[in-house]
């Protein structure tokens, strides 16, 4: 009998749709975990401690399928997944929809000025122009990371009339749009308004924005990061904004998070930080989750291959 391990919050959506012949261990705690993973062969053991689902990975000595609602496992101990030659299936995509909205949100609240419009109303003040003249139609976009996330973005922003150049390895099936290679991107920034950030955190993209690259782009420029706070040198872009080089940033993650209360990014006003909120503003992703832990448990049970599947020696 296959035998599982599962966090016990997922467990009302996939409990009543398991097969029969399984042997499930649900879990609350990091100690249930530990005890669940002994001899499980599938886990889906996600935990907002990450100290602690690495631990929980490292119980399990027998595990051949790791499930997780995380796109981004660089948190994870690569080494152990590579030596045990674990198949790993991440949530890569399952949050696409509603991160690709808070881009568009970034943007738009950035380029009409929405922060001073809200705080006016908290002031009971009738502004008589608007602290934003920006307009999306006509900018041009920088888009670094053509993954689940990106491919959502570009459409979105196309229907404002951004001019959205695309970052990624290959041109492939997009060899028609506007593409740049790794190597090339770094010449262009001066051309762009917006850039975006939706790659994934590997040694490759760490730190991929630093001072130099802060220094390339024009003064009005807004850097949007959903990807990880450790692709940006932090430093150098509370530095850009304090000088104002740049024209703002919109920053859904940060390094560390959460971000110290007394950190200066909280007090620049060209800072827009949003505590790593965009994947959970919506209620579809423990659905979405479930359904195709279902699909896949279904396939890997047949023999068949199970996705998307995380490499651990990519980091993606």
Do not use: C
């Not at 404002?160 to 041109?171: G, I, K, L, Q, S």
């Not at 740049?180 to 991929?208: C, H, S, Y």
């Not at 740049?246 to 940060?254: P, Q």
């Amino acid at each position: 009998m296959t035998t599982l391990a599962i966090s016990g919050l997922i467990r009302p959506l996939l409990e009543p749709r398991l097969p029969d012949d399984l042997d499930v261990r649900w879990f609350m705690t990091h100690e249930e975990a530990l005890e669940a993973v002994k001899g499980a062969e599938i886990g889906w053991f996600d935990m907002n401690d990450q100290a602690a689902m690495a631990e929980t990975l490292r119980a399990a000595t027998d595990l051949k399928w790791l499930n997780s609602i995380y796109a981004g496992l660089d948190f994870l101990p690569m080494d152990v997944l590579i030596e045990r030659g674990i198949t790993v299936t991440n949530g890569a995509g399952i949050n696409a929809i509603t991160i690709a909205e808070y881009v568009v949100m970034g943007m738009l609240n950035i380029a009409k000025g929405y922060r001073e419009v809200v705080r006016a109303q908290e002031r009971h003040e009738w502004l008589m122009d608007s602290p934003g003249k920006r307009e999306l139609a006509g900018s041009k976009a920088l888009l670094l990371g053509y993954g689940a996330i990106g491919k959502l973005i570009k459409p979105r922003l196309d229907a404002f009339d951004v001019d959205v150049t695309v970052v990624r390895r290959n041109a492939g099936p997009i060899i028609e749009e506007r593409v740049l290679t790794p190597d090339q991107w770094r010449t262009k920034l001066q051309d762009f308004d917006w850039i975006i950030l939706a790659v994934p955190a590997t040694p490759e993209t760490e730190g991929m924005i630093g001072a130099a690259e802060l220094a390339a782009m024009k003064s009005d420029a807004v850097l949007v990061n959903i990807a990880r706070g450790s692709v940006v040198d932090q430093p150098a872009l509370v530095d850009a904004l304090e000088k104002k080089a740049i024209g703002a940033a919109f920053l859904d993650v940060t390094t560390p998070e959460p971000l110290p209360a007394d950190h200066p990014l909280w007090s620049l006003d060209n800072a827009h930080i949003t505590m790593h909120l965009s994947g959970r503003a919506q209620n579809m992703m423990f659905i979405r989750s479930a359904n195709r832990f279902l699909e896949n448990l279904a396939k890997y049970r047949a023999g068949e291959a199970v996705g998307p599947v995380f490499d651990p020696k990519l980091g993606y």
